[in-house]
């Protein structure tokens, strides 16, 4: 957010108020006023004759905020230099305006005028770029958070909750009035000193809004008397200031800085602890802080000064601001796949419905069909009926025929012989209805095994769907157990890379330690071996001390004042046998000294295959 937004937003507030009739336009005259006091604020050179001709009387009427902001882009914001104005001033006069029609706290007032204004000034700040401004849920829940931070107090949730759960705040957001409203409440704060409010007010406000990263007194050590002074500082995205005192009225420095300064914690000297320096391109501060927790605080919030500033942002809670939105936009590009998903789940349930319910009437036609075919058989079955009955009636009748012709055979040969050919006849007629009665028994029984092999297929469907429904669900399942069995496994490397890296750590110390061994042992037989010659250069030396040979004289054999000393030549045996022992001693030592650097590679080298992995 830009400062020319930051400033719309503001000078929104302020056009609205003089919009008394709500009709969305401010008459001319109030404009008039309005911007020759942003002029004066802004601190841009006024321009009457542009005024003037931009809102003379005519016959138009009332300017809307369409028909104001050309002349507000053109004569006012465009003209805007930052750092040439105050911009709390630019809120404190939109404030003003806003405030005498809109602020009318009842009841029982928890929030004095300049806490009113500050949180004014937070709900712009965190408020959505759209118009008319409101503050969604989830930044009033941030702003909240930080004042009991500030405050150190547990935000009640249930009251803002129940605050959320209104229509009004569901559908639109918060409205800056209703925010206020709510704080006034007391709901929120209750149990608080109003003095502790305001405190946490203020410090949110020169936090969010002022872009102060932390501020605080820290001991500062002086550049010429090199003394340690109290000072009070204020860390922003680009500076360092340093005051008298926290009421910040004397002004005493300003840090610069930028990507060639640096922090480090510095060691307990002189007396001051809690010790770090900033160190700039030109000049090194020594400062001290008065615990370590502070100093760590501070530390971290220069570091992330110099971030901010190399990265060229100018505020910290801008870009907070900016990823937070950015992570609501995710959020909820998330939930609309999500919900794309389940409308593709729902199309899938009511296709496998609709399917289903085909199946249904599928099985309902089968179901009218074997009714068709029942009555259909049931109706042959009367017909064959009706028929076998006239044959027998036609039986009796050709029996009854047959007496009554033996009676008159006598007398009617050739009647007889008709009607035994028409007895014939009805017999092949009966044998042909028998052998179409037994076909239409095969026909119905091959009707029955198609009807039988029909439903056998029918339970096969269904049971490879039941089938197919379960290898599904073990497919789900095997996922999610392989999914599982991953993350275990994902999660025993990383135990075993860990123990993996110790091990080696070790190995790597006990290597060390060897070699530091096996160098003293190296040192100490050199040692003892220019010991073993200064012992024999000492005894020779002794030797010839003891007897002295002068020019022209011979060795005494004995008397004199060292007679009763006997040195020992090299054919003495005693002296012989001793250098033997002393070298066989020495000899034992080094084998010993071999052996024990040997023991211990070996044991080096099985303790480093014993931990490692």
Same mark, same amino acid.
């Given at each position: 957010?830009?400062?020319?937004?930051? @400033?719309?937003?503001?000078?929104?507030?302020?056009?609205?108020?003089?919009?008394?009739?709500?009709?969305?336009?401010?008459?001319?005259?109030?404009?008039?006023?309005?911007?020759?006091?942003? &002029?004066?604020?802004?601190?841009?050179?006024?321009?009457?004759?542009?005024?003037?001709?931009?809102?003379?009387?005519?016959?138009?009427?009332?300017?809307?905020?369409?028909?104001?902001?050309?002349?507000?882009?053109?004569?006012?914001?465009?003209?805007?230099?930052?750092?040439?104005?105050?911009?709390?001033?630019?809120?404190?006069?939109?404030?003003?305006?806003?405030?005498?029609?809109?602020?009318?706290?009842?009841?029982?007032?928890?929030?004095?005028?300049?806490?009113?204004?500050?949180?004014?000034?937070?709900?712009?700040?965190?408020?959505?770029?759209?118009?008319?401004?409101?503050?969604?849920?989830?930044?009033?829940?941030?702003?909240?958070?930080?004042?009991?931070?500030?405050?150190?107090?547990?935000?009640?949730?249930?009251?803002?909750?129940?605050?959320?759960?209104?229509?009004?705040?569901?559908?639109?957001?918060?409205?800056?009035?209703?925010?206020?409203?709510?704080?006034?409440?007391?709901?929120?704060?209750?149990?608080?000193?109003?003095?502790?409010?305001?405190?946490?007010?203020?410090?949110?406000?020169?936090?969010?809004?002022?872009?102060?990263?932390?501020?605080? &007194?820290?001991?500062?050590?002086?550049? @010429?008397?090199?003394?340690?002074?109290?000072?009070?500082?204020?860390?922003?995205?680009?500076?360092?200031?340093?005051?008298?005192?926290?009421?910040?009225?004397?002004?005493?420095?300003?840090?610069?800085?930028?990507?060639?300064?640096?922090?480090?914690?510095?060691?307990?000297?002189?007396?001051?602890?809690?010790?770090?320096?900033?160190?700039?391109?030109?000049?090194?501060?020594?400062?001290?802080?008065?615990?370590?927790?502070?100093?760590?605080?501070?530390?971290?919030?220069?570091?992330? #000064?110099?971030?901010?500033?190399?990265?060229?942002?100018?505020?910290?809670?801008?870009?907070?601001?900016?990823?937070?939105?950015?992570?609501?936009?995710?959020?909820?590009?998330?939930?609309?796949?999500?919900?794309?998903?389940?409308?593709?789940?729902?199309?899938?349930?009511?296709?496998?419905?609709?399917?289903?319910?085909?199946?249904?009437?599928?099985?309902?036609?089968?179901?009218?069909?074997?009714?068709?075919?029942?009555?259909?058989?049931?109706?042959?079955?009367?017909?064959?009926?009706?028929?076998?009955?006239?044959?027998?009636?036609?039986?009796?009748?050709?029996?009854?025929?047959?007496?009554?012709?033996?009676?008159?055979?006598?007398?009617?040969? #050739?009647?007889?012989?008709?009607?035994?050919?028409?007895?014939?006849?009805?017999?092949?007629?009966?044998?042909?209805?028998?052998?179409?009665?037994?076909?239409?028994?095969?026909?119905?029984?091959?009707?029955?095994?198609?009807?039988?092999?029909?439903?056998?297929?029918?339970?096969?469907?269904?049971?490879?769907?039941?089938?197919?429904?379960?290898?599904?669900?073990?497919?789900?399942?095997?996922?999610?157990?392989?999914?599982?069995?991953?993350?275990?496994?994902?999660?025993?490397?990383?135990?075993?890379?860990?123990?993996?890296?110790?091990?080696?750590?070790?190995?790597?110390?006990?290597?060390?330690?060897?070699?530091?061994?096996?160098?003293?042992?190296?040192?100490?037989?050199?040692?003892?071996?220019?010991?073993?010659?200064?012992?024999?250069?000492?005894?020779?030396?002794?030797?010839?001390?003891?007897?002295?040979?002068?020019?022209?004289?011979?060795?005494?054999?004995?008397?004199?004042?060292?007679?009763?000393?006997?040195?020992?030549?090299?054919?003495?045996?005693?002296?012989?046998?001793?250098?033997?022992?002393?070298?066989?001693?020495?000899?034992?030592?080094?084998?010993?000294?071999?052996?024990?650097?040997?023991?211990?590679?070996?044991? @080096?080298?099985?303790?480093?295959?014993?931990?490692?992995?």
């Amino acid at each position: 957010m830009d400062l020319r937004s930051e @400033l719309l937003k503001s000078i929104w507030y302020a056009f609205t108020a003089l919009d008394v009739e709500k009709s969305g336009k401010v008459s001319k005259s109030q404009l008039k006023v309005l911007s020759h006091n942003l &002029y004066t604020v802004l601190c841009i050179p006024h321009d009457p004759a542009a005024l003037e001709e931009h809102f003379r009387d005519d016959d138009d009427g009332p300017v809307s905020s369409q028909g104001y902001m050309p002349y507000l882009n053109k004569y006012i914001l465009d003209k805007v230099v930052e750092g040439t104005f105050v911009k709390e001033n630019v809120d404190e006069l939109c404030w003003t305006l806003t405030a005498k029609k809109n602020y009318r706290p009842e009841g029982k007032c928890v929030l004095p005028g300049k806490d009113a204004f500050r949180l004014w000034c937070l709900f712009i700040f965190l408020s959505e770029d759209r118009y008319p401004l409101v503050m969604i849920p989830d930044e009033v829940e941030y702003l909240l958070k930080k004042l009991c931070m500030a405050m150190s107090v547990e935000l009640n949730c249930v009251e803002l909750e129940d605050f959320i759960s209104q229509d009004s705040v569901q559908q639109n957001g918060f409205i800056v009035w209703a925010f206020l409203e709510m704080m006034n409440s007391g709901k929120l704060t209750r149990g608080i000193a109003k003095e502790t409010i305001s405190m946490a007010i203020e410090e949110v406000y020169r936090e969010i809004v002022g872009d102060v990263l932390k501020e605080g &007194y820290l001991w500062k050590k002086g550049q @010429l008397r090199r003394n340690w002074i109290e000072r009070w500082f204020t860390l922003r995205p680009s500076t360092l200031i340093y005051f008298t005192s926290e009421d910040r009225k004397d002004r005493k420095g300003n840090i610069q800085l930028d990507g060639n300064c640096c922090v480090e914690v510095l060691p307990d000297r002189d007396g001051k602890r809690c010790m770090f320096c900033l160190k700039t391109l030109t000049k090194t501060y020594e400062l001290s802080a008065s615990d370590t927790k502070q100093r760590q605080e501070w530390t971290t919030a220069i570091q992330t #000064a110099i971030r901010l500033h190399v990265e060229g942002k100018a505020s910290l809670h801008k870009d907070l601001k900016l990823k937070r939105r950015e992570q609501r936009e995710q959020r909820e590009k998330r939930r609309e796949a999500k919900e794309q998903e389940m409308q593709r789940l729902r199309a899938l349930q009511e296709e496998r419905e609709r399917k289903m319910a085909e199946l249904e009437l599928l099985k309902e036609a089968q179901r009218q069909a074997q009714a068709l075919l029942e009555q259909d058989e049931h109706r042959r079955r009367q017909q064959h009926e009706q028929l076998q009955q006239a044959l027998e009636i036609q039986l009796k009748e050709a029996e009854e025929a047959r007496a009554s012709m033996q009676a008159e055979m006598a007398l009617k040969e #050739a009647e007889a012989e008709r009607q035994r050919t028409r007895i014939k006849e009805l017999e092949a007629m009966q044998q042909r209805l028998e052998e179409a009665l037994q076909q239409e028994i095969k026909a119905r029984q091959d009707e029955e095994a198609f009807r039988y092999a029909q439903a056998r297929l029918l339970a096969e469907e269904e049971e490879k769907m039941k089938a197919l429904m379960s290898l599904r669900e073990e497919q789900e399942e095997y996922i999610q157990r392989a999914q599982r069995e991953k993350q275990e496994l994902k999660q025993e490397m990383e135990s075993k890379s860990r123990s993996l890296e110790e091990a080696q750590r070790q190995l790597e110390e006990v290597r060390a330690n060897r070699h530091r061994v096996d160098q003293d042992v190296v040192a100490a037989q050199r040692k003892l071996r220019q010991a073993s010659t200064n012992v024999k250069h000492w005894n020779v030396q002794m030797n010839r001390l003891m007897h002295p040979i002068g020019p022209g004289e011979k060795r005494p054999s004995g008397g004199g004042s060292f007679s009763s000393f006997r040195i020992p030549s090299q054919k003495d045996p005693g002296l012989r046998m001793k250098q033997k022992s002393d070298e066989q001693d020495e000899e034992s030592k080094e084998n010993m000294e071999s052996r024990g650097g040997c023991e211990s590679d070996k044991r @080096l080298s099985t303790n480093g295959d014993m931990e490692i992995p």
